[in-house]
């Protein structure tokens, strides 16, 4: 089992930039594939990024591209998503998944779950 925490949401004007992060604690991080979804408001949730055991995988939603970078440091316990060139549509609470499984791109096959972190994109 493992417990995730999200951080670094907040409001920001269209064109800045955020860093999400999402720490870990429990059973051995570097074990489980992470993802970065989000649940735009009225909506449902969508995949947004993923990473592998090691990070040397990456799989990425077309909506965020080039823009969006998903990291993550096995010694610190931490999942990353860097954010640029923010748009008012990623407006969200985004949250952090881990599965054993990679890649996993629907919500409903992660098995844990963060309790997410609000961003908000003004134009």
């Known amino acids: 089992q493992v417990q995730l925490v999200e951080s670094g949401g907040g409001l920001v004007q269209a064109g800045g930039s955020l860093r999400l992060s999402c720490a870990a604690a429990?059973?051995?991080?570097?074990?489980?594939?992470m993802g970065w979804f989000r649940q735009p408001p009225g909506k449902e949730r969508e995949f947004v990024a993923a990473i592998n055991w090691s990070g040397g995988g990456t799989y990425y939603a077309d909506s965020v591209k080039g823009r969006f970078t998903i990291s993550r440091d096995n010694a610190k316990n931490t999942v990353y998503l860097q954010m640029i060139s923010l748009k008012p549509e990623d407006t969200a609470v985004y949250y952090c998944a881990a599965d054993s499984s990679y890649p996993l791109l629907w919500a409903g096959d992660y098995h844990y779950w963060g309790q997410g972190t609000q961003v908000t994109v003004s134009s």
């Open positions: 429990g059973r051995t991080f570097s074990s489980y594939a």
